[in-house]
Antibody
Framework: QVQLQESGPGLVKPSQTLSLTCTVSGGSISSGSSYWSWIRQPAGKGLEWIGR???????NYNPSLKSRITISLDSSKNQFSLELTSVTAADTAVYYC??????WGQGTLVTVSS | QTVVTQEPSLTVSPGGTVTLTCASSTGAVTSAYYPNWFQQKPGQAPRTLIYGTSNKRSWTPARFSGSLLGGKAALTLSGVQPEDEADYYC?????????FGGGTKLTVL
């Protein structure tokens, strides 16, 4: 069974870059036509789709975040990553990774604060 | 800006049936929007229930079903159990980008 685990700093300063990694186990990140997604959820609020990357490297991003996002994939490490630049307090949220087979990570809280 | 709308809250009695809906600001929801449904309980990550309008994951209980209803995506729970009390989110596809609905808080009472 595929498992996903998010990792990265829990605290990021305003204007800096948020960097998270999702490590995939129990399956290959490069298999078939899979795609790998990032989603976030501010405390007490709903889910927001951030973007996704296909095994081919093709990406799709949320238009409202597109100018600040980069999602990349490292097949050698069976990981994919999220970079979000110029963060503000509004980017404080639990960040989840997921795949197109319905599997989700447990989420990681990122707080933007000085 | 595309908006996906769900009922903010619904209440159902144990053993009853309830339908949650998911509407798009762009018009009628069709299978091309590839509706997905997720369940989230407090303090937990979301769990995928339905993909592609009506397809269930291996872990999706039989009492959950997805469909298109009156121009919306719909999630129907038949024979509701107390453990079904949760937040439910739909997700629609807009040609490269996905948009979540605001979620429905389902109370079993």
């Amino acid at each position: 069974q595929v498992q996903l685990q998010e990792s990265g700093p829990g605290l990021v300063k305003p204007s800096q870059t948020l960097s998270l990694t999702c490590t995939v186990s129990g399956g290959s990140i490069s298999s078939g036509s899979s795609y790998w997604s990032w989603i976030r959820q501010p405390a007490g609020k709903g889910l927001e789709w951030i973007g996704r990357i296909y095994t081919s490297g093709t990406t799709n991003y949320n238009p409202s975040l597109k100018s600040r996002i980069t999602i990349s994939l490292d097949s050698s490490k069976n990981q994919f990553s999220l970079e979000l630049t110029s963060v503000t307090a509004a980017d404080t949220a639990v960040y989840y990774c997921a795949n197109n087979e319905g599997y989700w990570g447990q989420g990681t809280l990122v707080t933007v604060s000085s | 800006q595309t908006v996906v709308t769900q009922e903010p809250s619904l209440t159902v009695s144990p053993g009853g049936t309830v339908t949650l809906t998911c509407a798009s600001s762009t018009g009628a929801v069709t299978s091309a929007y590839y509706p997905n449904w997720f369940q989230q309980k407090p303090g937990q990550a979301p769990r995928t229930l339905i993909y592609g309008t009506s397809n269930k994951r291996s872990w999706t209980p039989a009492r959950f079903s997805g469909s298109l209803l009156g121009g919306k995506a719909a999630l129907t729970l038949s024979g509701v159990q107390p453990e079904d009390e949760a937040d439910y989110y739909c997700l629609l596809y807009y040609g490269g980008a996905w948009v979540f609905g605001g979620g429905t808080k389902l109370t079993v009472l």
